[in-house]
């Protein structure tokens, strides 16, 4: 038996130890947790719903990642904000609707921990031949015989998500990181003027503790041969110094 941290799992998305990491939260506590994000399609409470196995829609799951992006905050996407006749006079008007899913304490950990996918995880390409050199999180996805690829990723500025396939199902022979993450790489890299190449502020309620990597408890520097800087809720700090 292995074990393996959550920001390693999420940055390579190692799927054996996200299911038992679902299992053990509870499908229908995930289940539960998904709905606050109103989804328009349906999520249920198998194993594989770790994995991606339900179908969602490109637009609703970017607004999904934005609560992240946004301290916690789910937005209502627009696609239209007012109409005016020719004089400029407005004839309707849309007011963007916002509600609070998460806490900014618990925000934060979910954009520290997507970081990891692009320093260190299946999006680490961004930078190595994207060129992209400014923080950015974010998470690939690939379907099961190829079918989807995936990439949504961002900033405090700016969130972006990008879907490759066919409409119909075909396999496109590509993964989210060959096929959509050059896409949004693209895209970011020709908007410089939306990029301030700032990251999050730690925000009240987080705590960041050197850990060892092996038993992520805090660190001896003289004794633990990988300690690594890591983020807690304050409710969560460990207590104890490496075994």
Known sequence: EERVSVRKTLAKSLNLATVDLA???????????????????????????????????????????????????LPHPLSLKEVADEKGQVLERRHMT??????????????????????????????????????????????????????????????????????????????????????WADLVNTIPEYISGNWFKIPPGVVKRIVCSESGQIALPDFCPEPREEFFLAENVPQDFCS
Not at 106 to 123: D, P, W, Y
């Open 98 to 183: 916002i509600k609070r899913v998460t806490s900014l304490a618990k925000a934060f950990i979910m954009n520290s921990l997507l970081r990891s996918v692009v320093t260190e995880g299946t999006a680490r390409s961004l930078s190595d031949r994207g060129g992209v050199t400014f923080p950015v999180a974010g998470k690939t996805g690939t379907t099961n015989e190829f079918r989807d690829a995936w990439f949504v990723g961002y900033t405090p500025d700016i969130l972006a998500l990008v879907w490759v396939g066919f409409d119909n199902g075909d396999s496109i022979c590509l993964s989210g990181t060959q096929a959509a993450l050059p896409i």
């Open 23 to 73: 299992t053990q939260v509870g499908l229908s506590r995930i289940v539960s947790t998904a709905k606050t994000f109103q989804f328009s399609t349906p999520v249920k409470p198998y194993p594989s719903l770790a994995l991606g196995a339900f179908e969602t829609i490109p637009l609703e799951l970017a607004r999904a990642y934005c609560a992240f992006a946004a301290d916690g905050v």
